[in-house]
């Protein structure tokens, strides 16, 4: 740290690495960042169903049209709430990660829920396509849904 | 090898880059020391020295041992953060705020006294990195963007060094200004990394709920670099803390 006086040296608009990736089932023309869902290689922060135990019930209704497959994963139990997500997979890649359940039991839950839907969203994406070992930031209600993402996986 | 357990009440992940076959049983050893620092020091267990402190059954003015070594550094960080730490509400004492850290910092001695040096250990978002992720490569750890989907805000490159980030946007407005007793809100996240997780674990949560002025005490810190975002998603980050990054690519 130098003896600056002035402590902030740099302020800008956040800037995100990718243009958002088109997270959809259907045809798109810009092709979905590839994630590697049998990866064992897969970076920390990403879900690993091949190192993690299984989950203790199993996830719900896979879906299937032409190559792509959506699969519900089980709902997990938070201090906030139930968490419940489900994925869309194109054959080995995953396009999309949609939030089936968010916590609305508290007061604040509601705020939880109106940021953090988005935000866990992209926790599961760009912490595969971002190659990131691991997240810094708070991880209570993500933790619930890298569970149910992993059980969605698993029965892939 | 990789193992995450929930203990202390959140996900703890351990991941080791060396390959040894003392490798489980390093993560074993780990795990069975957060388990008892959870036993020890949890507010919400009946039988914890820290239950039997708020129940009057221990005297904290009489603690010895390793309980009054945390005693003393929630004090030292009391000092050192004009308040805005504190591991007490009235009598009330609560050392959660520091213990997640320090068994942090207990995790990682362990790994390093049986000669691992290359891992990292990641308490509910707060990481310590050792060593390489792999040969000349640093570990990479993304800061959460609060908002936006398919994003981090930014990436910090790391061998050894500690990052701890406290936020609202998951948890709540959940850290108080205790000079107020309101809920910390001018900040969304504020990230801190230096070398020792006990203190920048301690320094996120303090300077985090003194708002805007967090940078400034961070700046102060030697060793210590921090970023901020704030509700209108701009990012405020100390003079050196763009060494940690890597470079932002539009």
Redesign the interface.
């Known amino acids: 740290m130098s003896a600056l006086a002035a402590t902030v040296a740099g302020v800008a608009l956040l800037v995100g690495y990718k243009p958002t990736p088109a997270g959809s089932a259907s045809p798109s023309p810009t092709p979905p960042p590839r994630i590697a869902v049998s990866d064992d290689d897969a970076p920390v922060g990403a879900p690993a169903p091949a190192r993690t135990p299984a989950p203790t019930s199993a996830p719900v209704a896979v879906a299937q049209s032409g190559g792509t497959k959506t699969v519900t994963g089980k709902t997990v139990d938070t201090i906030f709430g139930q968490v419940q997500v489900r994925v869309t997979i194109q054959g080995k890649r995953i396009v999309d990660v949609q939030p089936l359940q968010l916590p609305f039991d508290r007061a604040r839950s509601a705020y939880i829920s109106q940021v953090a839907g988005p935000m866990l969203r992209s926790e599961a994406i760009q912490a595969q396509s971002a190659n990131i070992d691991v997240i810094s930031g708070a991880t209570y209600t993500s933790m619930a849904y890298g569970q149910s993402l992993q059980s969605a996986l698993q029965n892939n | 090898m990789?193992r995450?357990r929930?203990v202390m009440g959140?996900?703890v992940?351990a991941?080791l880059r060396d390959e040894r076959p003392d490798a489980a049983a390093a993560l074993d050893a780990l795990y069975a020391e957060l388990e008892r620092i959870d036993a020890a020091y949890s507010p919400f267990r009946g039988d914890s020295l820290v239950s039997r402190v708020n129940a009057g059954a221990l005297d904290l003015a009489r603690a010895d041992g390793e309980l009054a070594d945390v005693v003393a550094l929630c004090r030292r960080y009391e000092a050192a953060t004009d308040g805005y730490f504190s591991a007490w509400r009235g009598a009330r004492f609560d050392p959660s705020g520091l213990v997640k850290g320090w068994a942090i910092d207990r995790a990682c001695r362990i790994l390093d006294a049986r000669g691992f040096a290359r891992y990292?250990v990641?308490a509910?978002?707060?990481?310590r990195t050792r060593g390489e992720?792999a040969p000349g490569e640093p570990?990479?750890?993304?800061?959460?963007?609060?908002?936006?989907?398919?994003?981090?805000?930014r990436?910090?490159l790391a061998y050894d060094l500690a990052?701890?980030?406290s936020?609202t946007?998951?948890?709540?407005?959940h850290i108080d200004d205790p000079h107020t007793g309101r809920p910390a809100t001018e900040l969304l996240?504020l990230?801190v990394v230096g070398p020792d997780i006990v203190v920048a674990d301690v320094y996120a949560t303090a300077a985090f709920a003194m708002g805007r002025r967090a940078?400034?005490f961070?700046?102060?810190?030697?060793?210590?670099?921090a970023y901020a975002?704030d509700p209108d998603?701009?990012?405020?980050?100390?003079?050196?803390?763009?060494a940690y990054c890597e470079p932002?690519?539009?």
């Open positions: 990789r995450v929930d959140m996900p992940t991941d990292f990641d509910a978002g707060d990481v992720r570990w990479r750890i993304g800061i959460r963007h609060p908002v936006e989907r398919d994003k981090v805000a990436v910090v990052v701890a980030t936020g946007y998951e948890k709540g407005a996240s990230t940078l400034d961070i700046a102060a810190r030697d060793g210590y670099e975002i998603l701009r990012a405020t980050w100390t003079s050196a803390f763009e932002v690519t539009a």
